[in-house]
């Protein structure tokens, strides 16, 4: 199947610092990639479509202030955590559509503000 | 609304047994529905998918079950190892390239 690349694997910073995570597509162009959030043994809640070119599409109760997405490439979609505090340490897990309908997800990156 | 309902939350087979998850959906919008296979700290992988057009698909140990009158699909894994130990999420999106909608997923364990 097809790649998708995740970077960092696992990123630990101190409370009101930014992090920014990358979400490549290798093998193929991304019109549409997805930034999605996973606590412990839960499912997986979507936060925000970012398509190619134009502004993202947050969730409800997504603060798109503090999730900066940028999707400047058809390869490339990053996620910026703003001034992170320690309720967003989280799995975050990006995930780019190849076509019209098969998803492929990143490796995800493990969160932790201290 | 969860729009895709997922059962078991998790499950427990022993190995050379048959593993079951099945998901609902209310939405007949949907036209696609993959299977992904989740290991701890990984992101999920595509494991198999169908479409409403046939009632079964079969890959290797892995078979996906389609009920479209009833809106149901079913994951069924054969001869389940401690390999498949995992969690499973279903999830289904609509035409063309929307968001996808998840199941809550089920923690598969396959003991020895």
């Known amino acids: 199947g097809a790649v998708v690349s995740q970077h960092p694997s696992r990123v630990i910073c101190k409370s009101g610092t930014s992090v920014k995570i990358e979400c490549r597509s290798l093998?193929?162009?991304?019109?549409?990639m997805f930034w999605y959030r996973q606590f412990p043994k839960k499912s997986l809640m979507l936060m925000a479509t970012?398509?190619?070119?134009?502004?993202?599409?947050?969730e409800q109760g997504v603060e798109k202030d503090k999730f900066l997405i940028n999707h400047a490439s058809l390869t490339l979609s990053t996620l910026t955590v703003t001034s992170a505090h320690p309720e967003d340490s989280s799995f975050y897990i990006c995930?780019?559509?190849?076509?019209?309908?098969?998803?492929?997800f990143g490796s995800g990156t493990q969160l932790s503000v201290l | 609304q969860q729009q895709v309902k997922q059962s078991p939350q998790s499950l427990i087979v022993q190995k050379g047994g048959i593993s079951i998850i099945n998901c609902a959906y209310e939405?007949?919008?949907?036209?696609?529905f993959p299977w992904y296979q989740q290991f701890p700290g990984k992101g999920p992988a595509l494991l198999i998918a169908?479409?409403?057009?046939?009632s079964e698909k079969k890959e290797g140990r892995f078979t996906i079950s389609f009920n479209k009158s009833a809106k149901q699909f079913s994951l069924h894994i054969m001869d389940s190892q401690p390999g498949d130990s995992a969690t499973y999420f279903c999830?289904?999106?609509?035409?063309?390239?929307?968001?996808?909608?998840f199941g809550t997923g089920t923690s598969l364990t396959v003991i020895p």
């Open positions: 999830a289904a999106s609509f035409p063309p390239g929307n968001q996808f909608y």
């Open positions: 939405n007949t919008a949907f036209d696609y």
């Open positions: 970012s398509n190619e070119g134009s502004k993202a599409t947050y």
């Open positions: 169908i479409r409403p057009d046939v």
């Open positions: 093998d193929f162009q991304a019109t549409t």
């Open positions: 995930s780019a559509r190849q076509g019209a309908e098969k998803l492929f």
